[in-house]
């Protein structure tokens, strides 16, 4: 069995900052993507941001400049830096992780709200 547990969401400014945090528990042999999603009440869940085993990262581009995704792997841990943050941003985000063996799994998500 492998947990996705997120934190760090939570209310800022526009033009604040936070950084959420993703740590991944359980029967692991290696991870391969990590990725964080992010989904607005009636709208599809969007993949925001991608790194690879080997340290590759895609982002959307409305997020590019902005967000930073990396990844601890002696931790199993990913992160999500966002910077800039816009009321548009405001979303629950949820982290993905590809475990080699075990397939594809979520975390529960994390509320974002960015407003004055």
């Not at 692991?28 to 990590?34: D, G, L, T, V």
């Not at 790194?51 to 990262?57: K, L, V």
């Not at 792997?73 to 548009?88: C, D, F, G, I």
Request: charged share 15%; proline share 3%.
């Amino acid at each position: 069995q492998v947990q996705l547990v997120e934190s760090g969401g939570g209310l800022v400014q526009p033009g604040g900052s936070l950084r959420l945090s993703c740590a991944a528990s359980g029967s692991i042999f290696s991870i391969n993507a990590m990725s964080w999603y992010r989904r607005v009440p009636g709208k599809q869940r969007e993949l925001v941001a991608t790194i690879t085993s080997g340290g590759t990262t895609n982002y959307i581009d409305s997020v590019k400049g902005r967000f930073t995704i990396s990844r601890d792997s002696a931790k199993n841990t990913v992160y999500l830096q966002m910077n800039s943050l816009k009321p548009e941003d405001t979303a629950v985000y949820y982290c993905h992780a590809n475990i080699v063996f075990a397939g594809d799994y979520f975390g529960r998500g994390t509320q974002v709200t960015v407003s004055s």
